[in-house]
């Protein structure tokens, strides 16, 4: 009789869990069905936008609007040789365009219109006078949804716009799209359940890179010419990187963070940075002069005040310039070695004195550190945005560890210790520490900052060349080989600025030589590297220049530099 009860009460119970479960799927799935339906609509209306002004202006040619750089575009907006309108439905019209093929745009912001009516009516013209940009997911436009690639936060239009946003929009800019990120902005792979997954424009098994993977391969697609993202371990490189685009992270408070969601809430470890990816440096530095103005100061009064220095960013004086082609850690492609040895060489050929640098104990600054920190509530804040969501399969890995109680990570990173010492360590370091522990932590950050900046110093060094991760991986391997970002990452710790100018694309030799990679471990992570990067011929590689905390400038000058005579180099070859 009892034995009968409890098994009914048993069965009522899991068929109300499974009932339950069910439910919240259903809602999430018509959550998600609505808002796709929605992106639907948006793409609809940059098509109608755009077939309406070409049937308006017969004559309009959008091709050579769309073979302008953004300083050409920028000149010739403001001396009038060119319309605001027909800037901005030339690049609505691409922009929808290439969204078909690589799934970058997940909104039109269709006040955009409006604001080029006000843009075409104010008297003073602004920096980037007429100039559509596009935004991040990640950073409100008011009105619209930023999901992080989260259905929890579908229909929660933002009530005003990021200080970025409002600052653009004072300086004339046309905010128009925004784009695709990861589920929860921790990866570097460019996939969610609401809108997909984003592809690299070369190749539709490859990934764009992201966290900003949307503005990659928009930008790269010639759907944009300037594109804001963020960046807090490779956020805006990594993606600059693999599309073959340039990316800037600013030093992490240079520009206001306000309205911008982050990956971790409340995690004051390591410093996320805003900033520009666009085609060339020139257009990095231009957003950047615009940005940094009375404006942007008057809304964010904890952004110090530091106008663009224009003096650092035009000198030509030689630099002295610290590189490393590894960080003993993650052992370089072939290619990304390359990338670095071969503009050493430029450098060194155009007047600049080039030396070796070797960085601080990168395994120690990875788990000790950097793990650690990102980490140190156990995973918790970050679990706690995935309740009641389903996640997407690219977060497998990541989410399987986050999701174990501290002590079977504990008994699991022992039991794995044999086979694989790196992946133990991991998970030992993602473990939830105390107050006094995360304290010691950050005392340890500071430490090794400040050795690194002693380093630095005593080698008389201006700047730091060193490599980008490249080339882009295969869909789905970077959340399998998060190690990947050692060479970013560092950066955002340290917070030094630190930007990605492409230079180079694989060879067939380098292919060739990637088959003997073995990496400095010769565990799983080291053989995924290679299986993510394999049959990449072609593909573009960056290399990455650094300079000092507040050294926005110099670091865009140091990067122009490294463009420039890329650029000579390939017109005399
Ligand atoms: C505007 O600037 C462009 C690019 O510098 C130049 O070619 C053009 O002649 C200028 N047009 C006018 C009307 O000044
Ligand atoms: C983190 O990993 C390091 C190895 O780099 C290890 O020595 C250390 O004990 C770990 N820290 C904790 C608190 O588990
Ligand atoms: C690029 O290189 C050329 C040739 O050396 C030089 O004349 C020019 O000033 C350089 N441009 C920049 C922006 O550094």
Sequence with gaps: MVISLVSALLCCSAATILLLQWRRRRTLQSLIAEARARRGRSLQDMEKAARKFRDQNPSHQPDPILSLSLPELCEKLRNGSLSPEAVFYTYVDKASKVTQDVNCVTDYLKDSESQLLHVKSTEKKGLLYGVPVSIKDSIDCKGHDSTSGFVKCLNRPATTDAVVVQVLKHQGAIPFVKTNVPQSLMSYDCSNLIFGQTVHPQDHTRTPGGSSGGEGALIKSGGSLLGIGTDMGGSIRLPAGFCGICGFKTTGNRISKQGIMAGIRGQKSVTAGV?????????????????????????????????????????????????????????????????????????????????????????????????????????????????????DPRLKDLLYIAKLPNWLRHLLSWIIRPISPRISEALKNMTERSVKELWVLHTEIEKYCQKFIAEWKKLDLDVMLCPELGPAFKIGFPGKVSVGSSYTLLFNYLDFPAGVVPV??????????????????????????????????????AVQCVALPWQDELCLRFMREVENLTKERSRVS
């Design 275 to 391: 900033g520009p990816m666009a085609k060339d440096v020139d257009s990095l530095a231009l957003c950047l002069r615009a940005l940094l103005c009375e404006e942007m100061f008057r809304l964010d009064p904890r952004v110090p005040p530091l106008p663009f220095n224009e003096q650092v960013y035009s000198s030509s004086h030689p630099l002295r310039i610290g590189y490393y082609a590894t960080d003993s850690f993650t052992m370089p492609s072939p290619s990304m070695k390359r990338a670095v040895l071969e503009t050493k060489q430029l450098l060194e050929k155009a007047g600049h004195v080039l030396i070796p640098f070797q960085p601080i104990q990168v395994d120690h600054f990875m788990f000790n550190i950097g793990t650690r920190g990102v980490f140190a509530d156990g995973c918790a804040t970050f679990l706690e945005n995935f309740e009641g969501e389903s996640s």
């Design 504 to 541: 180079t694309t694989v060879t067939k030799e380098d292919e060739e030589e990637l088959k003997s990679h073995r990496g400095y471990y010769n565990d799983k992570w080291d053989k995924l590297f290679v299986k993510a990067m394999e049959g990449a011929v072609g593909f573009p590689v």
